[in-house]
């Protein structure tokens, strides 16, 4: 443990005594026009709130602010970044950003992202080109330019919002240069795929259209035995600009299919973990059972600029997620024997998102002031559909199965099926928003956030009857102060007020729900970028979340407790030459205050390390050829496994490393590359979460993380 902190304070020292100045990327790698030259294809990911360099960022609506203004912590996770490093999902790309977790409801490609230690929701804080959608479905990053991350509390920027940080993917547009990237890869295990990546574009008289597609297929045997992964992906996206007005259209479908994976492991407090258990074996899951995703997305934003300070963006989003779950879900008994059953899962079957968004910018002057102001709407509507229940089917395989030999079982007689679905749930929000970016001089600025939050959920019965209904309205603002000594360093405090749904609970057929609740975060934070070659970042915060629970004195449903959760983030980059060093790393005080329960009260949150850090470094060999070897150390502390605090989860490490060697040829950049990730095969849980985030002393579930991986492709682009 102290060699991790050493490590780390080491590079730290190093990277702010440094002194020579290099060329580095110009953070265009995640440009809406980048033209994939072979400098984009060797870009890394940068953390955003680090650079100096003439590079903005998108803060909620505000468009083009200049990073070291940004007063929260920022992450972003460049398209070439993931493809360098064959990434594939959202949970192989979670471990390089250090306050990221993923809470592996139903796996790892269903899980809820989260940052800070706070559990993350299903529609509230995952957007694609700044619209809302589903985060419980898979995502391929075949089809990503990159990926924003703000930390924490953000839902002041854009509405109602758990502390689970605000995650933004963004679309790839057409590139201003003809591309055909070709990438095919193989699996150490045995899985194929192939990846197409198509731009044209043609000018106009009066500007320029043009359209690019994503195509992917991968198919093949997982890295357990018995286990298969299907993944197939077609998207197209079309941009056509005449004059001042821009339009942006997307489509795409992405069917995952994965079988024979190990399933969730649930538990009581009473139960221990059992450790050294190998994801590889067969009978944690069934070659028959998994998860059959299909997520079909279409979206279309139109840009209008008026002149060169005020512009408009509209934007709507339409999507449908069907989940098919056949889960193997594996009760441990005790440390050495578990109970599987596999079942469709009859909730939560299909999830329908309709999403908008209108924003106004425009900047003003007043006197020596200057003024960058935002006024919008955005929203959704969110329908959740059950799966009949005559639709549903479990199967038992085993009362008393080893832990360490599990069985594998026949397929049952009778297998869930696609079934019909009926509307279960109609979730609704709409937010306005009004904010201003307020530069006072060179040196002072503030940044200030209000919305105006309205809710409109409904439950229904599976005849359609409604059983349920919540209207409510509440406010979300956010304050910044932001000191600039210089232009390259950035001190600043940001004071966070946002709402959530207010909580509900059913007693004797009559459901109660509260007024929404309010969660709040401090923060201050130092930016500092030195000689264009070293950036850092540092950010203290402390953040608040209510929960409700029935006293059991006055059986009354009441908000009584809170998880407060307190935090130090450091992030470093150095670009030296041929060699790029990342670090991160965040220290967490995770707690439960006034739980139902003495033995549960200032206790620390089940699953939230209180230390995780990663450090990434590539180098450039020093040779003719065009040669790159990177490697990534990640570490995550032990963890609480239950509300009580008595049983605890080893922390772990894992090592990556990899190899790129690019040559040209014939105008053409070909690209062979081989990652190893976890080369030690360490075996460790990767997600554990409470069936209750109000530290009730509950159930537990718990996912194993992966092991051992190798991948090798071979792209061409031109």
């Not at 960058?372 to 005559?390: D, H, K, P, Q, R």
């Not at 460790?684 to 209750?692: A, D, L, M, Q, R």
Request: proline letters at 3%; one cysteine or more.
């Amino acid at each position: 443990m102290k060699t991790i902190y050493l490590s780390v304070s080491v590079l730290f020292s190093f990277c702010l005594s440094a002194q020579n100045t290099v060329g580095i990327d110009d953070g265009k790698s995640n440009h809406v026009e980048a033209s994939k030259d072979l400098d984009e294809v060797e870009v890394f990911y940068r953390i955003k709130n680090n650079s100096l360099k003439d590079t903005t960022a998108n803060l909620g609506y505000w468009k083009g602010l200049q990073l070291l203004d940004v007063p929260f912590s920022m992450t972003t996770i460049s398209g070439d970044a993931m493809k360098n490093l064959q990434v594939t999902s959202l949970n192989e790309m979670s471990k390089h950003v250090p306050s990221m977790q993923i809470e592996a409801r139903g796996g790892f490609e269903l899980g809820r992202p989260q940052t800070r230690g706070f559990q993350g929701s299903v529609v509230e804080t995952s957007r694609l080109d700044g619209l809302n959608i589903v985060s419980t479905t898979s995502y391929p990053m075949e089809q990503i330019q990159n990926l924003e991350i703000i930390n924490g509390l953000a839902g002041s920027l854009y509405g109602p919002a758990a502390p689970s940080g605000s995650f933004n993917y963004s679309s790839k547009r057409v590139s201003t240069k003809s591309l055909t990237d070709v990438s095919m890869y193989y699996q150490q295990t045995g899985i194929t795929g192939v990846h197409g990546d198509i731009s044209r574009y043609f000018r106009s008289t009066n500007g320029y259209f043009g359209f690019r597609s994503n195509i992917l297929y991968a198919d093949g045997e997982g890295f357990a035995v018995n286990s298969n992964l299907n993944r197939w992906f077609v998207s197209s996206a079309f941009d056509a600009k005449i004059g001042n007005l821009k339009i942006e259209t997307n489509f795409g479908r992405y069917n995952y299919k994965q079988e024979g994976y190990p399933g969730g492991f649930s538990y009581s407090s009473k139960v221990s973990l059992p450790k050294n258990l190998d994801p590889v074996k067969a009978g944690y899951g069934q070659e028959w059972a998994g998860a059959d995703l299909r997520t079909i997305t279409a979206s279309a934003r139109m840009i209008y600029t008026f002149n060169g300070n005020w512009s408009i963006t509209a934007g709507i989003l339409n999507q449908l997620v069907d989940r098919l779950m056949v889960n193997p879900s594996n009760s441990l008994i005790d440390e050495n024997l578990f109970r599987q059953t596999v079942s469709l899962t009859a909730t939560a079957g299909r999830f329908k998102v309709l999403s908008n968004m209108v924003s106004i910018n425009g900047k003003v002057k007043t006197g020596t002031i200057d003024h960058n102001l935002i006024f919008g709407t955005n929203g959704f509507s969110w329908g959740v559909y059950g799966t009949s229940a005559n639709s549903s089917v479990s199967s038992v395989i085993g009362d008393s199965i080893n832990i360490y030999s599990p069985v594998i079982a026949t397929q049952p007689a009778t297998m869930p099926n696609k079934g019909s679905h009926y509307q279960s749930g109609d979730n609704s929000q709409q937010t306005i928003n009004i904010g201003d970016n307020i530069r006072f001089s060179e040196h002072w600025l503030v940044l200030l956030s209000a919305s105006y939050s309205m809710f409109n959920n409904k439950s229904y019965s599976q005849k359609g009857e409604v059983t349920n209904t919540y209207k409510d309205g509440a406010v979300n603002y956010s304050a910044s102060l932001l000191y600039k000594p210089s232009r390259s360093m950035t001190v600043y405090a940001t004071y966070s007020d946002v709402t959530q749904t207010g909580p509900s609970n059913t007693l004797d057929n009559v459901t109660t729900v509260l007024d929404p609740i309010r969660c709040t975060q401090y923060e201050i934070g130092y930016k500092a970028s030195i000689a264009n070659m070293v950036d850092f970042s540092m950010a203290a915060f402390r953040i608040n979340r209510p929960f409700a629970f029935l006293d059991p004195e006055d059986k009354v449903f009441k908000l009584q407790g809170d998880q407060v959760n307190t935090g130090l983030e450091l992030n470093g980059d150095l670009n030296v030459k041929s060699l790029h060093v990342m670090a991160g790393i965040t220290f967490l005080d995770p707690k439960l205050k006034s739980t139902k329960s003495e033995e549960t009260s200032n206790k620390q949150v089940v699953g939230v390390p209180k230390v995780q850090s990663n450090v990434f470094a590539e180098y450039r060999l020093p040779l003719e050829s065009d040669i790159s070897i990177n490697g990534n150390f990640h570490y995550t502390g032990k963890k609480a496994s239950n509300d009580t605090n008595t049983a605890w989860i080893d922390g772990y490490a894992t090592f990556d490393l990899g190899a790129r060697y690019t040559v040209s040829y014939n105008d053409k950049k070909i690209i062979l590359n081989v990652q190893a990730s976890n080369i030690l095969n360490e075996k460790y849980w990767g997600s554990i979460f409470p069936s209750s985030i109000n530290g009730d002393a509950g159930s537990y579930s718990a996912f194993m993380g992966n092991p051992r991986e190798i991948k090798a492709s071979v792209r061409v682009v031109f």
